[in-house]
């Protein structure tokens, strides 16, 4: 009798212990889960999902992980992110457990939280950062992010040839990840770098290379490619460019398409 309730003990320390590895197990399933729905631009659901998680139950990793999830949700459903506490947690958090992957996600999003606070040189700074832990990853699709960022950036400075080799870049990691809307976007910040560097012909060549691709582009983005097409040629083809203008009203009608369609 007295050498079963040691045995008794035992078990039930196991079951409790496995009890614990399968409720972590769980939640880290549903944020993976929640990560998916986050990538197919369910953005709404997984906040939603988010909202539904006990976090009391979260180890540190997955606190982590929950944290990130929660800027990415709130960054695409634009919900003001007024202070950097949750990214700065997520940031220390990777930098000690050296996850560089995760560590370049949140440098991502530190980079385009201060971005849209207009605060240029440190969003660029962090996002070189990103680019330098995400190198060895062989994650296409944070690396295309990334350049296609690095891209805009520098074009925004002033910087297009900067731009038009993270243009490159983006490309590159867009065809890589096999991922048809990337590879617009792609197309399209190259032959934003070419315009803005002056380049028509060659803005030209990567605008034709990104029409096939607008079907998989957001309804928004499609017309802005029409208005682009429209600027570039309107001196060369105006009726050609007059049609894309017309495309780019009916689609998402935007106060300088109208005005670059009067000017013609």
Not at 14 to 34: Q, S, V
Not at 54 to 66: H, I, K, Q
Not at 123 to 132: L, N
Not at 215 to 236: F, L, N
Request: hydrophobic share 35%; charged share 25%; net charge positive.
């Amino acid at each position: 009798m007295n050498k079963a309730i040691p045995l008794l003990i035992t078990i039930a320390l196991l079951a409790a212990l496995a009890t614990g590895c399968n409720r972590r197990t769980h939640e880290h399933y549903l944020l993976a889960n929640i990560d998916s729905l986050i990538t197919a631009n369910k953005d709404s659901l997984a906040f939603s999902e988010l909202e539904n998680i006990n976090t009391t139950e979260l180890n540190g990793d997955d606190m982590a992980y929950y944290n990130l999830l929660k800027v990415r949700t709130m960054y695409k459903l634009n919900i003001p992110i007024k202070d950097d506490s949750l990214i700065n947690i997520c940031i220390d958090h990777y930098k000690n457990s050296g996850n560089n992957k995760m560590l370049a996600e949140a440098y991502y999003y530190k980079s385009s939280i201060n971005n849209d606070r207009h605060n240029t040189k440190t969003a660029i700074t962090y996002m070189k950062m990103a680019e330098e832990k995400a190198h060895n990853s062989g994650d296409n699709n944070l690396k295309f992010r990334i350049f296609e960022r690095l891209s805009l950036y520098n074009a925004n400075e002033g910087e297009y040839k900067l731009s038009i080799e993270y243009g490159h870049k983006s490309l590159k990691a867009a065809k890589k990840n096999n991922n048809n809307n990337y590879i617009a976007y792609a197309y399209t910040y190259l032959a934003l770098g070419q315009m803005w560097n002056n380049n028509i012909d060659s803005a030209k060549y990567y605008l034709n290379k990104c029409i096939p691709y607008l079907k998989h582009m957001r309804v928004q983005d499609q017309a802005y490619i029409y208005d682009i097409v429209g600027e570039i040629h309107k001196k060369s083809k105006t009726e050609y460019a007059k049609s894309f203008l017309k495309k780019a009203i009916e689609i998402n009608p935007l106060p300088w398409t109208y005005k670059r369609l009067a000017e013609l």
